[in-house]
């Protein structure tokens, strides 16, 4: 187990509904990255978070948009679901002062969109 | 964008025998590399990690081939056990390496 753990593991919404998942940090992380992992698919990057605020987005709408608390936990929000969000959202953390480049992930979320 | 992908779908190989997964990769920028497992239900664990500045890394039963030139990554696994069974991404990013590019991973099953 990486350490790094998220909640809920499974989630049910309807279209146009909001929802919010969130991301305990592995100990001593302090970076989180988020990502979506579509059925059969490889995850793609959503962004990152590093000192409170976004250090890199991939190609997302606004829609999705992040926190980062001082405890390093974070948040992934996503407004107006559409079906296409249905998909396992993956949370990794890191310590950048190391590169960054090593991620831990965590469970997973598993959303499903109706 | 970026195109990370891997040849084989699907892979079954005999408990003991070697294991090769391969992936192909399209930026000649990226300089830095991983290989994860997936379980299912579970988020990728790291398995092995290659920088551009090296062709081959190795790992407990685990090597990694790094071919710039044409641009290609494998994954060995020597003797493969059960537990080797999963889903296999190759995994690569550029410059400040605070975003990966996956590709859509490669289906490992060993046969007892």
């Known amino acids: 187990e990486t350490g790094v753990t998220q909640s809920p593991t499974h989630l049910i919404k309807t279209r146009g509904q909001q929802v919010t998942l969130r991301c305990s940090s592995q100990s001593g992380h302090n970076t989180v990255s988020w990502y979506q992992q579509a059925l059969g698919q490889g995850p793609q990057f959503i962004f990152q978070?590093?000192?409170?605020?976004?250090?890199g987005r991939g190609n997302f709408p606004p829609r999705f948009s992040g926190l980062q608390f001082p405890n390093y936990s974070s948040e992934l929000n996503v407004n107006a679901l559409e079906l296409d969000d249905s998909a396992l959202y993956l949370c990794a953390s890191s310590l950048i002062q190391a590169g960054g480049r090593e991620q831990f992930f965590g469970p997973g979320t598993r959303l499903t969109v109706l | 964008g970026e195109s990370v992908g891997l040849h084989l779908p699907t892979l079954s190989v005999q408990e003991g025998d070697n294991s090769i997964i391969n992936c192909a990769y399209s930026?000649?920028?990226?300089?830095?590399f991983i290989w994860y497992k997936q379980e299912s239900g579970k988020g990728p664990q790291f398995i092995i990690d290659?920088?551009?500045?090296?062709d081959k890394r190795q790992g407990q039963r685990v090597t990694v081939l790094l071919n710039k030139t044409v641009k290609h990554l494998s994954l060995q696994i020597a003797a493969t056990q059960p537990g080797d069974s999963a889903v296999y991404f190759c995994?690569?990013?550029?410059?400040?390496?605070?975003?990966?590019?996956f590709g859509t991973g490669t289906s490992l099953t060993v046969i007892p």
């Open positions: 290659i920088r551009s500045n090296m």
């Open positions: 930026n000649s920028a990226s300089d830095y």
């Open positions: 978070y590093y000192r409170e605020e976004e250090n």
């Open positions: 995994a690569e990013s550029s410059n400040t390496g605070n975003q990966f590019y």
